[in-house]
């Protein structure tokens, strides 16, 4: 028997009733008293207040788009400040003196040099793919605690280095799947453990995108040479090439660098949906796709599908997922995780969860229900439904929410303050990344991929 079990909301949730054609009533089994009490529990973060010992020194190491939002979110943590940062290009660490403007704040072009710095207490990575696991190791060696970006690892074999530093030097370590601490995840976690959409079957995932930076044509500086670049360390754990500022500033393009659509957007549905359901992971991995549009160079595809199977466990029943992404696609930025089950379905974003409830209902007067065999007499019933829209249900964070990308981070140094756990630790990142990377391996050698998600290890049949 799966278990089923409730846990209290953290954060307050307004459900809105949205009635369909012909009068949608509410869902007793789902909207009960105990769930309003529930979901109107509030933590007051921005009222707490922290001694100077609370205080916790970030350093920022990769200070391109996302680093620069993660510490431009990690700040307005109350407690935190940013002491240093560290980008391969000075035009990045000029930007972060003029953007930061602590008098303070150190600057380098050199990761090991944060490292080695006393008063730095933790360390967002937010560097280009391949480097997230040296970095990541050789800081938690040094006793500090780590905010990686997703995916945690470059290649399948990098999780078990990540997940063995963390163990040895009991640093906090969280990955940057900022979905994992948003409302919509966590309401969804206890809509599905409580039956909303009964037993889960499948689930599906799409984000669609159609803009040159979006697919990740992004800008080149003018001045970016070898002068302002260093490109020798850029590609030190790499395959050595001349320079190339393409390949420095639109690195998630190419093989080397970055994890493909794969790393950078499927690893956030995989994070979401195996926190939701309580998954570790599939263990068939499929894919397909193209370079249909952005023929820029890139070695990676702008359209790609995958489907993966998820075996029978003790925590849910087995169910299949699709996912997919189009860089091509002129609807815009379309994104959303699907869940469907034997009693309905749930849309589940970062400050929203959409519940559909189905409903049958058969209409007496159907003439199609009863029905003669002209020549034996024989009567046959036709248990015909009526085409009656599910009921609609909405759960939307309350007004004032700060989002799941402050909520991660807030995590991340809760966590540093008290040695308490995380949303996503190692462990966790790993099984998030692994069939995402095995989706770029089945799409480049057209093979099936296997994995046990239990004992993280590829199987080869």
């Not at 938690?140 to 945690?152: L, Q, T």
């Not at 994890?259 to 994070?271: A, I, K, N, P």
């Not at 023929?295 to 993966?308: C, H, N």
């Not at 995590?411 to 995402?436: D, M």
Request: with cysteine; charged share 25%; aromatic share 10%.
């Amino acid at each position: 028997m799966r278990k089923k079990s409730t846990e209290r909301s953290r954060r307050s949730f307004i459900s809105n009733i949205t009635k369909g054609v012909i009068g949608a009533t509410i869902i007793p089994s789902i909207v009960t008293a105990k769930d309003r009490k529930r979901n109107l529990i509030e933590l007051t973060r921005s009222q707490q207040n922290f001694s100077a010992n609370d205080q916790v020194q970030v350093a920022l190491i990769g200070s391109g788009g996302m680093g620069t939002a993660d510490a431009n979110t990690c700040i307005t943590v109350p407690g935190v400040k940013l002491v240093a940062v560290c980008d391969l290009y000075d035009g990045r660490l000029s930007e972060a003196k003029k953007r930061w403007t602590n008098n303070d704040l150190y600057t380098t072009r050199d990761y090991l040099e944060i490292l080695e710095r006393k008063d730095v207490d933790a360390v967002i990575i937010a560097t280009p793919d391949h480097w997230h696991k040296d970095i990541s190791v050789a800081a938690m060696n040094k006793g500090k605690h780590v905010y990686c970006e997703k995916p945690m690892v470059h290649d399948i074999t990098e999780g078990p280095a990540v997940i063995d530093a963390q163990k040895k030097n009991k640093v906090v370590f969280q990955v940057g799947s900022q979905g994992m601490s948003s409302l919509g995840n966590e309401k969804a976690k206890q809509l599905l453990k409580e039956g909303a959409i009964g037993e889960l079957n499948y689930a599906e995932a799409f984000y669609a995108r159609m803009s040159p930076e979006g697919a990740w044509q992004y800008p080149i500086p003018a001045d970016a040479s070898p002068a302002t670049v260093d490109w020798d360390r850029y590609i030190a754990n790499t395959t050595k090439r001349p320079f190339d500022k393409t390949r420095f500033f639109r690195w998630r393009n190419y093989r080397d660098y970055g994890t493909g659509v794969s790393g950078d957007l499927f690893v956030h549905l995989f994070s979401s949906l195996h926190f939701v359901t309580g998954s570790v992971g599939p263990n068939k991995i499929m894919a397909t796709g193209g370079l249909r549009y952005w023929k820029d160079g890139r070695e990676v595809p702008d359209i790609m599908l995958g489907m993966f199977d998820y075996p029978d466990t003790k925590i849910h029943p087995a169910f299949n997922l699709s996912v997919r992404v189009n860089f091509v696609d002129g609807t815009g930025g379309t994104n959303y995780l699907r869940m469907v089950g034997s009693e309905g379905s749930m849309t589940v974003e970062w400050d929203k969860v959409t519940l559909f409830k189905n409903r049958n209902i058969i209409d007496a007067t159907d003439p199609l229900l009863k029905t003669k065999n002209v020549n034996t007499g024989k009567e046959y019933v036709y248990e015909r439904k009526s085409m009656v829209p599910p009921e609609k249900l909405e759960y939307t964070a309350e007004e004032g929410y700060k989002g799941a990308h402050f909520d991660h981070h807030y995590n991340w140094i809760n966590a540093i303050r008290n040695n308490g756990e995380v949303a996503e630790n190692p462990l966790f990142g790993y099984r998030a990344a692994a069939p995402a990377l095995l989706c770029n391996d089945s799409y480049f050698s057209n093979n099936i991929m296997h994995w046990d998600p239990e004992n993280l290890k590829q199987i080869n049949k």
